[in-house]
């Protein structure tokens, strides 16, 4: 039983840290990158139908290997 009471605490005392850092970066500057990813929500648009866009991300590995062949 002192297992699952020491488990408790610890999250209790992990939820209180991450309230508290919420409630910093919540009052802190609107243009800090922090409060941009504590508010930003990635799905709030519509995926268009067909194949992803092609992106500069996707396209470096392949450029990597062709470097690597020669």
Do not use: C, F
Not at 9 to 25: F, K, L, P, S, Y
């Amino acid at each position: 039983m002192s297992g699952q009471r020491k488990e408790d605490t610890d999250i209790r005392q992990i939820t209180e840290v991450a309230d508290r850092w919420m409630g910093h970066t919540m009052r802190s500057n609107k243009t800090k990158w922090t409060y941009d990813t504590t508010v930003w929500y990635p799905r709030d648009g519509k995926r268009s139908r067909g194949r992803p866009v092609k992106r500069w991300e996707d396209d470096l590995p392949k450029g990597w290997r062709s470097a690597e062949q020669v």
